[in-house]
């Protein structure tokens, strides 16, 4: 196969999207829906809510993305669609629907690991030399990554125990401020300056793992202390925003620090990185960016990628993305793929 137009559906958690991608034209289109809102009473996300709300859309999303690619499924030599890992409700309904596509039209299947598809997502737009170090930052994933090759990544470090997307849920959750945290953590930092009030512990762990339930613990005895939050009711006992504004400034200030820390330290321990691309849904985070901008990537002399924003969160152009490197390298999967 030459020319190759492909069809990519992600549901691993939950989004429902979908997306065409060709070996010319490249990203042709991509459509997705978020059910952030029926998920935001609960804090977080609940699998059952995502997966029926999933066999609902996923047509619809899929015909989007034909229809704005200016495609019919007969011009789909190939099927992507994400496996592993996620939600297995919500897994187990893009798959079956790429699985029905691809079989009743005699189309080829790939099958792609989620966390590849973060890891080439800065790809997308970008042409980033080899080798590469890529920090994953997202709900449920937080990995430093040398990738060397398209498809070629080894993880040099992985979370010890919540993903930095988790941590900033967790924490807002605390605040009451609403899910998903990130954003409005941000929000919330940047009405005070991005100031650092609190001094939270940094991560003290001398080699590259990382770990965020010490500071989601700093933050919640920190307002133990101070008297606002009851421990036997597990409730914020005030609506002081200065308060909320200055433990998600702090906040902020300590989760950057701790990027850049471990970001510095693997780019000391090999020194042939070309480039490093921040990826995941935290890449969002502008403060974030900046601070690896300057106090990494100016500071080691070589470039920093990001995806749009649209890219950094679970999205199916990355799934599109390692789906056609995989297809023109005729890396197949057989109709009756697993799902994990
Ligand atoms: O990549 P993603 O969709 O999740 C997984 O694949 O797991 O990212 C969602 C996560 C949420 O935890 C959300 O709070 C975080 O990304 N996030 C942010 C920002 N925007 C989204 N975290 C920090 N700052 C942001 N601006
Ligand atoms: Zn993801």
Redesign the pocket.
């Known amino acids: 196969m030459n020319n190759i137009t492909l069809l990519a559906i992600e549901t691993?958690?939950d989004?429902v999207a979908a997306a065409i991608y060709n070996t010319e034209k490249k990203l042709l289109s991509h459509a997705m829906f978020s059910q952030t809102e029926y998920h935001k009473h609960f804090g977080g996300v609940v699998p059952e809510i995502a997966s029926r709300s999933h066999i609902v859309k996923i047509n619809g999303i899929v015909s989007e993305a034909l229809e704005k690619s200016g495609k019919s499924l007969a011009d789909i030599d190939v099927v992507a669609v994400t496996s592993k890992p996620g939600l297995l409700g919500s897994l187990l309904i893009g798959v079956s629907f790429a699985k029905a596509i691809a079989g009743s039209t005699d189309k080829k299947l790939i099958a792609v690991d989620?966390l590849e598809g973060?890891a080439f997502s800065a790809c997308i737009e970008n042409d980033i030399p080899f080798p590469f170090l890529c920090m994953t930052?997202?709900?449920?994933?937080t990995s430093l990554y040398r990738v060397t090759d398209y498809g070629k990544f080894e993880t040099l470090a992985t979370t010890l125990d919540d993903?930095?997307?988790?941590a900033?849920?967790k924490v807002?959750k605390m605040l009451k401020l609403g899910?998903?945290?990130?954003?409005i953590?941000?929000k919330l930092a940047g009405e005070v300056g991005f100031e650092d009030f609190f001094d939270y512990p940094r991560n003290k762990l001398n080699d590259l793992m990382f770990s965020f339930s010490g500071l989601k613990t700093a933050v919640l005895y920190s307002l133990v202390k101070k008297g606002v939050y009851s421990m036997e009711q597990k409730t914020l006992l005030t609506d002081d925003m200065t308060l909320k504004k200055q433990v998600a400034s702090s906040f902020l200030n300590c989760v950057s620090d701790i990027f850049v820390s471990k970001i510095s330290k693997a780019l000391h321990e090999q020194r042939d990185y070309k480039a490093i691309a921040f990826v995941?849904?935290?890449a969002?985070?502008?403060f974030?960016r900046s601070q690896i901008q300057q106090k990494v990537a100016n500071k080691f002399n070589i470039p920093l990628f990001f995806p749009s924003?649209l890219f950094?969160?679970?999205n199916a152009a990355m799934i599109a993305f390692v789906g056609h490197y995989k297809a023109q390298r005729g890396e197949f999967s057989p109709l009756n793929f697993e799902v994990y």
């Open positions: 691993s958690c989004e989620h973060h930052a997202s709900g449920g994933h993903a930095a997307g988790e900033f849920d807002a899910y998903p945290g990130g954003p953590i941000e995941g849904g935290v969002c985070n502008k974030i924003p950094c969160t679970d």
